[in-house]
């Protein structure tokens, strides 16, 4: 299958491209680099580095000719999206309806596109399912969901077959611990660099986090199903990618101590505004749908994480 990949120089991007290209699918990526590297572009991937709201992305997407678009280029820092709401919007709306056009225009068959379980935003009753109430906390939230409404307009009866993939707290080797890299990352890496980790708040917040590799094990049993990603749902499907499952940050620290080894004692700070306190989404659609479920456990899963980060964080 040739499937093109936007976001694949990114961190899930590139897990994603190397674990197609070792099931022998043809890929292409694009990506602008403003997050991404070259180095997580594999070099049996074609690669483009263009911003997917540049005039020029059909041109490209045709070039390629994809079966199947994986959509991930997205602005998905938090503090940025409030510091730069319109830019926000602009690349996870419109960049997402503009990659949607193009591979409609391209013959591709399918789309999955990147979304976030910040659409849900603060909870009612846990664990979420996908008929939830959306109620997104901040700009990133808003234009996730906006960007799922738009994937919706731009495929409806072009007959690709789409859908949305909320992910939970993705985690794993080759994510960036700089900026909101994500708690996992961040937390690892100070301890790498033998600086005590902080937990915002007491530790005792929630959150589902899933491992990089059962995030991309999705994708591909999606890409490769023979059940329809739409069926028949007027605006568009959303599958939860996550575990099921609550974690403390403050035994995600303890897990994160006891695999790296390090002695360094967590440090604990005020609770953050805007924080969510308990959030976990059920797969069981997923599951359902495709037969996936999350299968590394945590412990296995941040013992990969700790040894990829303490090999490269400087």
Same mark, same amino acid.
């Given at each position: 299958?040739?499937?093109?990949?936007?976001?694949?120089?990114?961190?899930?991007?590139?897990?994603?491209?190397?674990?197609?290209?070792?099931?022998?699918?043809?890929?292409?990526?694009?990506?602008?680099?403003?997050?991404?590297?070259?180095?997580?572009?594999?070099?049996?991937?074609?690669?483009?580095?263009?911003?997917?709201?540049?005039?020029?992305?059909?041109?490209?997407?045709?070039?390629?000719?994809?079966?199947?678009?994986?959509?991930?280029?997205?602005?998905?820092?938090?503090?940025?999206?409030?510091?730069?709401?319109?830019?926000?919007?602009?690349?996870?709306?419109?960049?997402?309806?503009?990659?949607?056009? +193009?591979?409609? &225009?391209?013959?591709? $068959?399918?789309?999955?596109? *990147?979304?976030?379980?910040?659409? %849900? #935003?603060? @909870?009612? !009753?846990?664990?979420?399912?996908?008929?939830?109430?959306?109620?997104?906390?901040?700009?990133?939230?808003?234009?996730?969901?906006?960007?799922?409404?738009?994937?919706?307009?731009?495929?409806?009866?072009?007959?690709?077959?789409?859908?949305?993939?909320?992910?939970?707290?993705?985690?794993?080797?080759?994510?960036?611990?700089?900026?909101?890299?994500?708690?996992?990352?961040?937390?690892?890496?100070?301890?790498?660099?033998?600086?005590?980790?902080?937990?915002?708040?007491?530790?005792?917040?929630?959150?589902?986090?899933?491992?990089?590799?059962?995030?991309?094990?999705?994708?591909?049993?999606?890409?490769?199903?023979?059940?329809?990603?739409?069926?028949?749902?007027?605006?568009?499907?959303?599958?939860?990618?996550?575990?099921?499952?609550?974690?403390?940050? +403050?035994?995600? &620290?303890?897990?994160? $101590?006891?695999?790296?080894? *390090?002695?360094?004692?967590?440090? %604990? #700070?005020? @609770?953050? !505004?805007?924080?969510?306190?308990?959030?976990?989404?059920?797969?069981?659609?997923?599951?359902?749908?495709?037969?996936?479920?999350?299968?590394?456990?945590?412990?296995?899963?941040?013992?990969?994480?700790?040894?990829?980060?303490?090999?490269?964080?400087?």
């Amino acid at each position: 299958m040739r499937v093109l990949v936007t976001g694949g120089a990114g961190f899930i991007g590139g897990n994603l491209v190397r674990a197609l290209i070792a099931d022998g699918h043809s890929v292409g990526v694009i990506d602008d680099l403003s997050v991404g590297t070259t180095a997580n572009v594999h070099p049996a991937a074609r690669f483009r580095c263009l911003d997917i709201l540049d005039p020029g992305l059909p041109e490209a997407v045709a070039d390629f000719s994809p079966e199947a678009v994986v959509h991930l280029a997205a602005q998905s820092d938090v503090q940025r999206s409030i510091a730069d709401p319109e830019r926000d919007r602009a690349v996870n709306v419109g960049g997402t309806a503009a990659v949607a056009r +193009a591979a409609a &225009a391209a013959g591709a $068959r399918r789309m999955l596109s *990147a979304s976030s379980a910040a659409v %849900y #935003g603060d @909870p009612e !009753s846990l664990p979420l399912m996908e008929s939830a109430t959306k109620r997104p906390l901040n700009p990133y939230g808003f234009s996730k969901l906006a960007a799922e409404s738009a994937l919706a307009s731009e495929l409806a009866g072009t007959g690709v077959d789409f859908a949305s993939m909320r992910f939970a707290n993705v985690y794993g080797p080759g994510q960036d611990w700089r900026g909101e890299g994500g708690v996992v990352a961040i937390l690892a890496a100070r301890l790498a660099k033998e600086e005590p980790p902080v937990i915002f708040g007491d530790g005792a917040q929630t959150r589902d986090f899933i491992y990089v590799g059962d995030v991309v094990a999705f994708i591909m049993t999606a890409l490769a199903s023979d059940a329809s990603l739409a069926g028949a749902m007027p605006d568009g499907p959303a599958y939860n990618v996550s575990t099921g499952t609550r974690t403390s940050v +403050a035994r995600l &620290a303890g897990l994160l $101590r006891s695999v790296s080894g *390090a002695r360094v004692e967590v440090e %604990y #700070g005020e @609770p953050r !505004s805007g924080d969510i306190l308990h959030s976990v989404l059920d797969p069981g659609k997923a599951a359902a749908a495709f037969g996936w479920q999350a299968r590394e456990t945590l412990e296995t899963g941040l013992l990969a994480t700790w040894r990829w980060l303490s090999a490269n964080v400087g």
